[in-house]
């Protein structure tokens, strides 16, 4: 069988980037250590200025993705648990550090977004010791379908070379649950150490969803279930209330479903009022938004929606 060529061969970029097998073998990388990561998110934050800014207008990078090698990435997972919480924690009160210099020197800093977003990700082709980073002014905001503006550091050189990257490219990388941290913009640039990141905010259950349209393929639309009942939709849902599950595509009907968390038992619920709702392969029943029919959805179950869209739910 003919072998696919990886991403960054077919970006051009395999000579700089990625090491020869042989070479590899010769000389065994070693891991990122926690000062590593937080240096370089540090960095990247500090280059978003000097890049963004302009006037007295301080600007800056609000949603921070970064790449590592599947093992490093496993090693903070697995033998320094918690540790990329701790490292977010530090980076954004150097980032507030940082700004307050700023304005101190009478430049205008205003945030472009009202929070900052961590996405830490491994992939396939990297390497021990690799690290990469993609930077978003505004955090869930990439709907055009602009290349975003990519840093890699090869291994050989050490020096940090940049360049445009489709958004197509971004479906070879694994997003994982524990890599997703999320925190408010303080405006007053102080640090709130009871606001210290965790794996995302606090919530009832997590969804996630797979579409099936080209500009999806390979990522995930998730959602986060903080309030007691929410609505999933489809995409020509208006309302933009907090209890809404949006799911952006013409396959998921608006309303198609309720679900419920019940406090008393400790247990979620469905209602649905689409056309097909298949709960752990078996169908639901449809019934009246305005008189819904409950069933049980237990923990870790799989949603499939109009035989199209599927929804897997996990709890906090």
């Known amino acids: 069988m003919e072998q696919k060529p990886s991403i960054w061969q077919r970006l051009g970029i395999q000579d700089w980037f990625l090491t020869s097998q042989e070479h590899a073998k ?3 990388q ?127 050189t050490g020096v940090a070379q940049t360049f ?39 919530y009832l259950a997590r969804f996630e969803t797979i579409l099936p349209e080209k500009q999806f393929a390979g990522k995930k639309v998730e959602y986060l279930m903080t309030d007691d009942e929410i609505i999933v939709s489809g995409e020509d849902e208006t309302r933009e209330d907090g209890n809404i599950f949006k799911i952006p595509t013409e396959w998921v009907n608006t309303p198609h479903l309720r679900i419920r968390y019940n406090k008393s038992d400790g247990k979620f619920y469905l209602a649905s009022f689409g056309e097909l709702t298949i709960l752990n392969e078996q169908d639901v029943e449809r019934s009246d938004v305005n008189a819904p029919s409950w069933v049980e959805l237990p923990v870790n179950s799989k949603i499939l929606l109009n035989g199209i869209v599927g929804i897997n739910l996990f709890k906090q």
């Open 164 to 202: 445009d990257i489709s958004n197509d490219v971004l479906g070879a990388f694994n997003y994982y649950s524990e890599g997703y941290y999320e925190l408010p913009y303080v405006e007053n640039l102080e640090f709130d150490e009871k606001g210290a990141p965790k794996s995302g905010k606090k």
């Open 26 to 28: 010769a000389k065994k």
């Open 30 to 156: 070693p891991g990122l250590t926690p000062d590593d990561v937080y240096n370089y998110v540090v960095a990247k934050f500090s280059d978003s200025i000097r890049e963004l800014s302009f006037a007295d207008r301080v600007v800056f990078y609000h949603e921070y993705i970064i790449s590592f090698n599947e093992e490093d990435y496993k090693q903070f997972l697995d033998n320094k648990q918690g540790l990329f919480g701790l490292i977010i924690n530090e980076s954004v009160k150097k980032f507030y550090d940082l700004l307050s210099q700023y304005r101190t020197a009478g430049k205008t800093v205003v945030p472009s977004s009202s929070k900052w977003v961590f996405r830490l990700v491994s992939h396939p082709d990297y390497q021990r010791g690799d690290i990469g980073f993609i930077g978003k002014l505004l955090p869930g905001s990439n709907k055009k379908e602009e290349n975003l503006r990519v840093t890699f550091i090869p291994r050989q």
